[in-house]
C-alpha cells in the first residue's frame, strides 16, 4: 500500500524536504501583491500605480523586433542554438569595446550567450561551490546566487551596503575564518535595489582582494549601460587583472527593454567561461536563434540604451523632487532604474512605521501607490521609474497624481 505521503517524503533537503510547503511564512513579493488586491478591492475607483515594478515599461525597439520577425522566417534558423552562434559572441565583443572600451575578449573563449543572467547566476555556484564552501553576497540584493549555493551544501556569508559607504561593501570587514572558506564574491552594479554606481578604484580594490584572497567574482552588470548624470557605462573587466579573477554578466533585459526575451551573455576569464559553458551545456539547448541574431543586432546599436537612459533619468529628477516635498530623503542615483530611499519613522498626525515593510504597506494601502520594502541592511523602500505610460504627457499625468496623493503627508525620522 502506497502512503498518501510518499510523494511528500522524497523532497530533497534542499528545498525542505518533507516539510515543502507547510511553511506558513508569506514572502514579500507575494505580501506585495496580496496589498495590491486589497488597496484595489478598499479604492475600486483609484488606479493604483505601480512604483514597484523590476522591469522595463516599454517594448523593444522597432528595428529589434523587425530582426526578429526576419530570422523567425529562415528555416535554418529553427534548430537548437546549443551554446550559441558566432554571431551573437562576435556582436557581444565588439559591444564590450564599443561602449565599456574593454578590449581584446575573445568571442570563442571569452563570451558564451546565456538565457537570461537569472539561469547563468543559478548555474555558476555549480562550477565553484563544494559543500561547505563560502559564497560571498551583498545584501540587499538578488537572492539566486545565495540559493544555489545552499542548494549545494556551501555557506553564504552576506556583505551589508550601507549609505554611508555609498552602498559599496566594505570587503575587509569580512573574518579570516570567511576568507579562507570562500570561493566566490558576487557584485551588483549600478545596483538593484540601491542604484548605486561603482567606480573603477572600488573594482581595482575588488581585483587586489580577490587575487590576494583567491576569490572568483561574479559581477553581475544587468544595469551596467543604464547610468546619466556625468557617469559612463564602466564594466569591471576594464579595470586591470579582472580578467584574471573573475567574469561579468550583461543582460540585454532592461538596457535594451527585451525582458521577456531572455537573452545575455557571460564574459571574462576563459576558464571560468569554458567551465560554465560545460555545466550550461548539461542544462539548456541554448537560446531561439532568432532571438540571438536580433540581440546581435540590439548590441550594435547602443543608442538604443542611450534613449532608454535619458527617459529614466528625466523621470528619476522629477519622482524624487516629489519624494523630497513630502519630507523623504530621496537621492536621485546615477544610474538604474531604482530610487532607493530611508523608511521614516511616521507621518505627521499620522501612523508610525516600525520598519521598511510597513511604511510601504502604508503607501499601498492609503494612496494606492504600490513600492518594495527592504529591511536587510537597514530600512529602505525602492520606487521605480519604469511605470507605464504612453508619452511624455501621460508620464507627468501620473507623477502629478503622486504628489497630489502625497502633498498632504509630512514624513518624520
Known sequence: MVSAD???????????????????????????????REALQRNPDKALIDLGVGEPDAMADDAVLRELMIESRKPENRFYADNGIPEFRQAAAAYMQDVFGVAGLNPDTEIN???????????????????????????????????????????V???????????LPDLHSLSDETLEKAKLLYLNYPNNPTGAVADSAFFEEVVRFAKEHELIVVHDAAYAALVFDGSKPLSFLSVPGAKDVGVELHSLSKSFNMTGWRI??????ARLVSAFVAVKDNSDSGQFIPIQKAAAYALAHPEITEKTAAKYAARHEKLSSILRESGLDAV???????????????????PTFQNAEAFSHYLIQDHSISTVPWDDARSYVRFSVTF??????????????????????KFFF
Open 6 to 36: 510518499f510523494i511528500r517524503n522524497r523532497f530533497a533537503e534542499r528545498i525542505g524536504g518533507s516539510r515543502f510547503g507547510m511553511d506558513n511564512e508569506v514572502y514579500k513579493f507575494e505580501k506585495i501583491k496580496r496589498a495590491k
Open 157 to 167: 556569508v552576506e556583505l551589508p551596503l550601507l549609505e554611508e559607504n555609498g552602498f
Open 332 to 350: 536621485k542615483p546615477k544610474g538604474s532604474f531604482f530610487l532607493y530611499v530611508k523608511a521614516p519613522a511616521g507621518v505627521e498626525n499620522g
Open 113 to 155: 550567450h546565456v538565457i537570461g543572467t537569472k539561469s547563468a547566476l543559478a548555474m555558476l555556484p555549480q562550477v565553484l561551490i563544494n559543500p561547505g564552501d563560502v559564497s560571498i553576497i551583498t545584501t540587499p540584493g538578488y537572492p539566486i546566487l545565495g540559493t544555489h549555493t545552499r542548494y549545494l551544501g556551501g555557506e
Open 388 to 409: 507605464e505610460a504612453e508619452g511624455p504627457e501621460e508620464e507627468q499625468m501620473i507623477l502629478n497624481e503622486i504628489r497630489s496623493r502625497l502633498q498632504t503627508c
Open 264 to 269: 545575455g551573455f557571460i564574459a571574462g576569464n
